[in-house]
């Protein structure tokens, strides 16, 4: 199935931006003007997706507290796997999980759509803009927009060239090869280091401690996603470069956002009961105590607490003090 139709509506969401930043004062053929249409356009694509990250996070959470009583079906019905099917189907329907909640979001999080966009646009660089090519004209772009956001440079560096290429190339594209590889360098590793620092929140807010061949794989994915990060700093073009730049600063924001205000609660333990206070009895109170007595007051400022145990022994061991000193005086 072609996805045309999803390459026409992010490049309609970009141009809109471009059109934006060309009102507002930006030259419409800057680097900068198309670098922040670039950046807006990821942040509009996060933002739609934002409702289904959410509902991906609580799915992932839900599949961790469920793993166990998973692995407990499965190695009670290896043998019979219509009986696990049952089962499972069983589980799902007490916890209340909906398998289907979670391959939506999945899908979403993969916008192939923005990245075949801005690599069309960086192969689109060598084609004039008055040859009357079709490739020009893709995805409502004119041919002006496309040789525009083609040949624009961002602080010297051109969004179409990479790592890869030479200093004739980036001359040819009318940039400066030292400030290409800085930029291009600078975007890498602050995309790496943001890319780390998600994994790192995501393993704090995990509903479950993974053991096991799982808590290998998430140390492994954790130095093995931003070393992969970093290596497509030498295929990507700068362009590219800068929509996994936003995206992955994005997700580091939006995970802080996730742990914060959306942090994984684990159940109480022993149906809600602390473990200074017995099992509730039938009528809801805790066994061992009194619900007509009155609960102690917190001593003031500066007062030590008062211990009635030691208290009473204490009087005891003065009146029978008293008694004896009495009984002396009397025998004098």
């Excluded at 992010?10 to 670098?35: C, D, I, K, M, Y």
């Excluded at 939506?104 to 004039?128: T, W």
């Excluded at 030590?304 to 000193?325: L, M, T």
């Amino acid at each position: 199935m072609s996805l045309d139709f999803l390459y026409t509506a992010v490049s309609w969401v970009l141009l809109r931006w471009h059109q934006l930043f060309t009102a507002v004062g930006l030259n419409e053929n800057s680097g900068l003007n198309w670098a922040l249409s670039i950046v807006f356009l990821v942040i509009t694509a996060r933002l739609l997706m934002f409702r289904f990250f959410v509902k991906q996070v609580r799915y992932q959470r839900q599949m961790q507290k469920m793993q166990p009583k998973i692995q407990k079906l499965r190695e009670q019905y290896k043998n019979d796997r219509q009986a696990m099917q049952r089962e499972m189907v069983k589980l799902q329907q007490e916890e209340g999980f909906n398998p289907l909640s979670g391959c939506l979001p999945m899908l979403l999080q993969i916008p192939i759509s923005l990245f075949h966009v801005l690599r069309h646009l960086a192969n689109s660089v060598n084609i004039p803009a008055g040859s009357g090519n079709p490739k020009l004209t893709l995805y409502s772009f004119t041919a002006q927009e496309t040789h525009s956001a083609a040949t624009a440079k961002l602080f010297g560096a051109p969004l179409a060239a990479s790592l890869r290429d030479g200093a004739d190339k980036i001359q040819q594209l009318g940039g400066d090869l030292t400030s290409t590889r800085v930029v291009t360098i600078v975007l890498v590793l602050v995309s790496a280091a943001a890319t780390f620092f998600t994994q790192i929140l995501v393993r704090r807010g995990q509903a479950t401690v993974p053991e096991g061949t799982a808590a290998t794989v998430q140390k492994v994915m954790l130095y093995l996603i931003p070393v992969s990060v970093l290596f497509s700093g030498l295929i990507f073009p700068l362009g590219v470069l800068l929509y996994w730049f936003t995206s992955n600063v994005w997700t580091l924001g939006q995970q802080a956002y996730i742990n914060k205000f959306h942090p994984h609660v684990p159940p109480p333990r022993d149906g809600g009961v602390s473990s200074d206070q017995g099992p509730p009895n039938p009528d809801g109170d805790q066994q061992g105590t009194d619900p007509t007595r009155p609960s102690p007051r917190a001593p003031r400022v500066g007062q030590r607490p008062s211990r009635p145990n030691r208290a009473n022994r204490s009087n005891r061991h003065k009146r029978k003090k008293r008694r004896s000193s009495t009984s002396l005086r009397g025998r004098s």
